[in-house]
């Protein structure tokens, strides 16, 4: 039953990273799409960053790329609160 947890959180990190990679325009400045983030794609960040599973923590992070680069004016204030759990504080760590 774990492996099938482990294999399903990914696959799930992977779907929202490939949704948010290929977002467009109008997608991105969706009022509704946004509120989404902010709500629960913060939170699971923030979760799968500390997961024992070293894949989930690479595709946290890589999620959290996509959102900088594609997402930075609409989510500033979710950015600013999340850099430093998701990338300082893994680099102090390490």
Known sequence: ???????GKTLSLELVKILLENSGKVFRSSPKFV????????????????????????????IFGTLLSKFREQLKAEIGVLFPFLIIQPLENS
């Open 35 to 62: 509120g989404s983030i902010r709500q629960y794609l913060s939170m699971s960040l923030l979760r799968n960053n500390a997961s024992p599973v070293p894949y989930a923590v690479q595709l946290s992070c890589s």
């Open 1 to 7: 039953a774990d492996a099938f947890q482990t294999r």
